[in-house]
Structures are given as C-alpha cells and as structure tokens.
C-alpha cells in the first residue's frame, strides 16, 4: 500500500470522527456550566437501569442473529451468535461507512466459524430490513405525536418525513434485492467486491474471485430457505422490537437520572428525532448530530438544555462507548473459540519465537473451502 492510499484510508476512517467531535465541542462548551451541575446530582441508581437496558438492547439483538442463523440451518453457541452481533454492531457505530463495515465484520466473524458468507449476508440483511421498518414506526409515531402535540409543522416535522422515506426507501431496496433475482444477481457481485475490501482490512486475505459464483449459491440457497419458513420470522422481529424498546428505556432512565420526568409521547419524540441523525452515514453512529437533535428536541418542549445534554450523553456513553470497550474483549473471547486457533502458537509468540504480524493458521478447513482448492 503506497503513502497516498494509507493516508487516504486513515482519512476516511478518522476525518468523520473528528467531524462529530467538533460538533459534539460546539454543543457541549456553551452548555458546560448546566452539564457539571446535572452530572453532579444524577441519580446512580437510575444510571444503572439505563446501563442495565443497554445490555439488554444487545442482548436482544444477538438473540435475532442466533435465531435467524437457526431458520437458515445453521446453528451456534447462543453466546457466540451474541457475541458476534455485539462487536459486528459496535464496529458499525465507530466506522461510518453506511453500515458496510459491520456487514462485513459480521461476516468475517461468522466465517471463522465455518458459516458461508452468503448465509452471513442473508441473515445482515433480514436484520436490517426488520431494524429499518421498526425504526421508520417510531418515527412516525413521533411525528403523529409531535403534531397532536402541536399544529406549527417546523423544520423537525419536514426532517421526519424525510427519515422516515429514506428509512423504507432502503427497506424496499432490501427488500426488492433480496427478492428480484436479476436485480439481486446484478448486486450480489458489487456487494461481493465491497465486503471482500472490508474483510481484507481485518484478515488480510481475500476472498478469491472465483467464488463469486458458490458465493451467490449460499446466498439464493439462504433467501429460498427464509421464503420456505418465513412463518419463523415473527420472534426474530419480536427480539427486533425488544431491541428499540430497550434503546427508548435507556433514554428514558438517564432522563429520570437528571431528574427530569416527561411524558411517554415527548420522550418519543425526541427519541425519534435523535435516531433520525444516526442515519447520517458520514457521522459514525451520528455523533454529534444526535446530542444535537435530541438537545434541541426535548428543550424545545419545556426540558433544561442541561438536563436535555447530559441525558443525552449518558444515552451515548452507555449505548456507544461503554459496549465498544466491552466489545474488545469480547472479540478476543471470540477468536480464542475459533474451531482453528492455534493456542500452541500464542504460547510460542508469549516467547518471543512468533512474529505478531503473523496469522494462528494458514488457510484453515474452512478457507479451503471457501477458495475452491
């Protein structure tokens, strides 16, 4: 890789980032007296339900990866498919790549485990379209309510509709491409191409071009069998469900840990409008623009811009970065269960004998099968 690619990929990764801080600098250095007084009188006990249901948000959303992985025939450890979903989802708030990043950190993931990655892409996208629909719901009910609420349609009534078109827009297109076979056919290539140059960046190896077409075999091969049991899929949105539930309930407890009590209907709403920003998919995982909308949101309907700030940040904290140092860990967990990993070389490398850059294995059962050798 020359200078010019390596800087061009350090800014791609790192120029959105320093973006959101500078968004989150602007919110936060005016309100910075308030905040320090909120944060002084926040409550633990209700900080610790809203870090408890952000637990449970990704609980629930392992849980629909390990229940589609088991429609589609394949079955893992119920704390490995949660495991799996849990980094895959992190990496995808802290890499801003319209979500392809955890797209393909999930299939790398899961492929180390011997699950083709058609069967990966299949089961991302039947998440995704479930996720997408929930979301666009919530949305209009924050809009419904907003508009009860009152009758002056300002600009966060137009940013609603237009989150909620883009939210099914890209729900039908899931939906079209996972169901129109020429249009799927026609994508499946460009979607190959784009998570074989995410996986590189964490193994290192691609894929072989000449498996595309086993590739788009897994893939037709898993569509036709979440068509065949489709009638499966009502608990995978049931965890789906539970998973937005959870998120609201953090906002909602971190609210109740500033001190600030609302209604149902107004912390929906706020809700609703931070979401929408978090499908900006050059800010990683919306930072910034969310603290921004939400801040605006909930002081527009009568909550202190330091009460409105810190809950928040607590939401962010809890729901962002807390997991994403969790998530290190888990993925380390995650690699020592690998089915080819090599402990007898981790003991050498402990040593001195190994060089770190290199892999536990070359080209293990499941590699070979995937580059037809």
Known sequence: MTRTQDFRKKLLIYAPIALSLCILAALVYPNLDELLVTVRTARPFYLFCSLFFAFTSYLFIGMSLWEVLKILGHRLPFWEATGVAFVSTTVNYFVSSGGVSGFATRAHLLSKRRIPYGISVTSSVVISVFIYLVLAIIIVEGMFLQMLKSSNYGISWFQGVAGVLFVLTFAFMLVLLFFHHELRSAWARKLYRIVNQVLFLFSKKAIPEETFIQFESQLSKGIHTIQARKYELPLVLAYVCLDWVSNILILHYAFRAVGAHMHTSTLIIGFALGQLMTIIPILPGGLGAMEAAMTAAYSGMGIPVGMALTASLV?????????????????????????????????????GTVNPAEPAQEGGPHDREISGQ
């Open 315 to 351: 939401f962010r904290l809890f729901y962002y970065i807390v997991p994403a140092f969790g998530s290190i860990f888990i993925y380390w967990g995650l690699r020592m269960s690998e089915p080819n990993y090599d402990y007898s070389r981790q003991s050498h490398h402990r040593k």
